[in-house]
């Protein structure tokens, strides 16, 4: 079941030392013609996800470059975010950059799946940043996470 799938997924990533959540329990009850998963993780403490930061304010380069970088060490290690946007990277108050929700997730040979990852990112934040102020998501803001990506 997915919950379990995830559960893995997270242990592998958790154990390679990949900024995500570390699953604490999974769980599946099949009703009938229904079934219902759940997953539970640790709460990744003093984080808020980039979405609710770009409401907030400007985001800087340092950070810009922090998201590209973790980013680039997840493809590095083959692990393909079916659903990477806006709301699944956390940012951390002290720099740091998780990555959650893993469901539909794998770890694949790296490929060219990795550029429709940052494509679906990059879509995901002009959406979230197109009723804020103009300086929240620039091409600016995309080239550094580039450079991030490509400097890790």
Not at 35 to 61: E, F, M, N
Not at 107 to 130: F, H, Q, Y
Request: net charge positive; with cysteine.
């Amino acid at each position: 079941m997915r919950s379990f799938a995830e559960w893995r997924l997270l242990l592998d990533l958790s154990q390679r030392g990949l900024s995500v959540p570390k699953p604490v329990a999974a769980f599946y009850r099949r009703s009938r013609l229904t079934y219902r998963c759940d997953l539970i993780t640790a709460r990744i403490a003093h984080t808020q996800p980039l979405s609710a930061a770009l409401r907030a304010g400007p985001v800087a380069k340092s950070c810009w470059r922090a998201i590209g970088a973790a980013i680039a060490r997840l493809h590095r290690h083959g692990v393909d975010h079916a659903d990477l946007n806006g709301h699944n990277i956390l940012l951390g108050s002290g720099g740091g950059v998780s990555v959650i929700d893993f469901d539909r997730g794998r770890v694949r040979e790296p490929g060219v799946w990795t550029a429709g990852n940052l494509e679906r990112l990059e879509r995901s934040l002009k959406k979230i940043s197109a009723p804020l102020p103009p300086d929240r998501f620039t091409p600016a803001s995309w080239d550094e996470l580039l450079a991030g990506y490509q400097t890790d």
